[in-house]
């Protein structure tokens, strides 16, 4: 049986079909549902569960007070949404950033959900986070939140149910201390409640890796198609955090010249391109990327326009948009970050010959290799670190494949592509289960 071809239209915000008062003035959530009815629109879809994949399953806004080192107490706003279980627990990151809110949460999560579509894992996609500032927060102070937090949430996580994993301002730790939260509340070691784990407790080698692993397989395989040599490429990022310091390094190990490095306290550039070990070695002492000795200092707004082959924009959303679009230099615009590119910015960049890796794929080694772990969890068997790069290698490429020829066959940008295959997957699972009750 196949579903009716609709047609569905978005209002002049950018809104879903029936917009959802929660999130609808967030312009991270606008952005979100207009991309979910632009790939609607590529493919046939039952506008009933249009109607529902536009609306998360599930938010839960929570207050965290904690004792600051001074003594006094402080609250911070909290959330988990949890945008669908279709295909199994929802799977998503913890961010802390200052400018964390209920819409963008929203959007990520709904951005999971077709990232985990794409690449054919059993989760539906979820996010959380905190607004606050890490880096002003001490190590207990991080401790006391994230424990408070998890505590709060604790009705609606678990392994079946809602596996967090590290996003922008959390780590390995910020893991291990949820894994201990919430062993503590059931009674017996519970490694499989969240992924990116330090590997001493149960986390997958080369999960810190995995997303900027990811990221450069995708670039590899456009440069490939393209028949740039990685030896003549070069690359701009933006981010220095997990994900930006790996694919700087991973490019870097391939040949590719990074150019430019920009992170929240400064910017970077040499032409001869930097020496990444050496900026490794550098942040990993403590410094500040901008204080890097042999690179000259930029201005932030300079970052990415720098003329380059391949520019990776790994720390915020939105970065790329109607105002910079027509000025970036680049021949391939690889999205290591969630949502780095506004519709707006799309339009624009549509006219250009950039080729765009759309982040739902190029960042999607990062819940793959989450999957690896919350399988050896379950299984309490433990994979070498080359099994884990093969198949991440493997899954990575499939997914890119399957975008590309898509966007071939049907005259589709790659994020439509992708953004229909995600879609697809998980509207043909409801369709099938039905709607309850
Ligand atoms: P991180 O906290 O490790 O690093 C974030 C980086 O962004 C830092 O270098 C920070 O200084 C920089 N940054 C922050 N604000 C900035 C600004 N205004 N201008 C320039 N740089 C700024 O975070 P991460 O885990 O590397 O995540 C980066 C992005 O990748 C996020 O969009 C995240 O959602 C996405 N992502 C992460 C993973 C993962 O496995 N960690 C997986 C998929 C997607």
Redesign the pocket.
């Known amino acids: 049986m196949t579903a009716p071809q609709v047609t569905v239209h978005a209002n002049g915000n950018g809104n879903c079909h029936h917009p959802n008062p929660v999130f609808e003035n967030s312009p991270t959530f606008q952005m979100a549902c207009r991309q979910l009815l632009t790939a609607a629109e590529a493919i046939e879809i039952d506008p009933g569960i249009l109607e529902r994949l536009a609306h998360p399953k599930r938010a839960i806004v929570v207050s965290i007070p904690i004792e600051r080192e001074d003594g006094h107490t402080e609250n911070f706003v909290g959330f988990r949404v949890q945008h669908s279980l279709t295909s199994g627990p929802s799977k998503g990151?913890l961010r802390y950033h200052p400018s964390v809110d209920l819409g963008e949460v929203a959007a990520l999560a709904m951005w999971m959900s077709w990232k985990c579509g794409i690449m054919n894992l059993p989760f539906g996609g979820a996010k959380g986070g905190i607004a606050c500032d890490p880096a002003a927060l001490t190590r207990s102070e991080l401790e006391r939140l994230t424990r408070r937090f998890t505590v709060e949430v604790l009705p609606v996580i678990g392994p079946r149910v809602d596996v967090m994993?590290?996003?922008?301002?959390t780590d390995e730790q910020t893991m291990a201390w949820i894994y201990d939260t919430y062993s503590m509340s059931v009674g017996y070691a519970c490694p499989e409640i969240v992924t990116g784990k330090p590997v001493e407790i149960g986390g997958c080698v080369g999960r810190r890796e995995?997303?900027g692993r990811g990221v450069t397989y995708c670039i590899l395989e456009a440069l490939s198609e393209l028949k740039i040599h990685p030896a003549e490429a070069t690359a701009v990022v933006?981010?220095?955090?997990?994900?930006?310091s790996v694919t700087c390094q991973e490019l870097h190990q391939r040949g590719v010249k990074v150019l430019a490095i920009?992170?929240?306290?400064g910017t970077i550039r040499d032409p001869r391109g930097i020496d990444v070990p050496a900026l490794l070695k550098h942040v990993a002492a403590g410094k500040l990327v901008k204080d890097f000795p042999g690179a000259e200092e930029i201005p932030?707004d300079e970052l990415l326009t720098t003329p380059c082959t391949v520019l990776v924009p790994?720390?915020?959303?939105r970065v790329i948009n109607a105002k910079n679009a027509a000025r970036l230099r680049c021949r391939v615009l690889a999205e290591?970050?969630?949502g780095p590119t506004t519709p707006d910015a799309d339009d624009i960049l549509a006219r250009s010959d950039i080729y765009i890796i759309p982040d739902v794929v190029c960042?999607a080694g990062?819940v793959t290799v989450s999957y690896f772990e919350w399988v050896q969890d379950i299984q309490q068997l433990w994979w070498s670190e080359t099994e884990v790069n093969v198949r991440l290698q493997e899954l990575m490429r499939r997914a890119f494949h399957q975008v590309r020829c898509l966007a071939l066959e049907r005259k589709l940008t790659m994020r439509t592509a992708a953004l229909s295959l995600g879609v697809q997957k998980i509207a043909k699972e409801k369709q099938r289960r039905g709607l309850y009750p």
Do not use: H, I, K, S
């Not at 994993?165 to 301002?169: F, H, S």
């Not at 920009?262 to 306290?265: A, K, L, T």
């Open positions: 990151g994993a590290p996003d922008m301002g995995a997303t933006q981010g220095f955090g997990n994900v930006g920009g992170d929240r306290y932030a790994a720390a915020l959303e290591a970050a969630n960042n990062g």
